[in-house]
């Protein structure tokens, strides 16, 4: 009975250079979050998904970051031409239903731009 | 827009002792409110969320938090803590978007300290 899974944990990339990072929301969910940790901060809704839709990217950079949940395989948050401002731990959280639905967290990915 | 502070960013408690979490919210309607447990280098588990009805809310690992509207406050507490509770404590609000989904609000956070 797997939780949210995220991976790659820690990603290491360099100033320019593209990072993709991957969330399988639980056994059953179809809505997918996705919220930023900057160091020292609480977390920062991004983007909300649903299968093969963007519901809401409020939270979302305009430029360079953009977010997709496939029918098929994991939801994907994509950050084109990183730089240093970007690292961060980006959390995935998956829910069985909106209104109220209950949000499980992944373990979060630990971005780091040198 | 919605807004939520902690305004305590580090407590240390001997283990044993009472804890209090302090919480405040800022949103024009009737809130729901959530506590997450953070462990270092791990994800959020929640710990209790308050939605409507009783104000005393019960969550797991024996904690409990209670809601005040007329304080706008959401404090979490536990009798005695134990040295398993070290974490980063934070709270959060959902806010039904106009898309029908809920978005969480987090404060910063609390770290919490055990000492023996």
């Known amino acids: 009975n797997a939780g949210v899974m995220q991976n790659p944990r820690h990603l290491v990339r360099r100033r320019g250079q593209e990072a993709r990072l991957r969330c399988s929301p639980m056994?059953?969910?179809?809505?997918v979050y996705w919220y930023r940790q900057l160091p020292e901060e609480g977390l920062k809704f991004m983007v909300y998904l649903q299968k093969e839709n963007i519901i809401d990217e409020s939270g979302m950079p305009k430029e360079r970051f953009s977010a997709e949940f496939p029918k098929e395989g994991p939801s994907i948050l994509r950050i084109q031409q990183v730089v240093r401002g970007d690292s961060a731990a980006y959390f995935c959280?998956?829910?069985?239903?909106?209104?109220?639905?209950?949000?499980?967290f992944g373990p979060g990915t630990r971005l780091t731009v040198t | 827009a919605q807004s939520v502070t902690q305004p305590d960013i580090h407590i240390t408690v001997s283990e044993g002792a009472s804890l209090e979490l302090r919480c405040n919210y800022s949103?024009?309607?009737?809130?729901?409110l959530f506590w997450y447990v953070q462990s270092p280098g791990q994800g959020l588990q929640l710990l209790l969320k308050?939605?409507?009805?009783?104000?005393l809310v019960q969550g797991i690992k024996g904690f409990e938090a209670e809601f005040k509207r007329s304080q706008s406050s959401f404090n979490l507490r536990k009798p005695s803590v134990h040295w398993s509770d070290a974490a980063e404590y934070f709270c959060?609000?959902?806010?039904?978007?106009?898309?029908?989904?809920?978005?969480?609000?987090f404060g910063t956070g609390t770290r919490l300290t055990i000492i023996p």
């Open positions: 959060a609000v959902g806010v039904d978007s106009n898309f029908g989904n809920e978005k969480l609000t």
């Open positions: 056994k059953g969910h179809s809505h």
């Open positions: 959280a998956s829910s069985s239903w909106t209104g109220l639905g209950e949000q499980y």
């Open positions: 308050y939605f409507s009805g009783d104000t």
């Open positions: 949103y024009g309607a009737t809130p729901y």
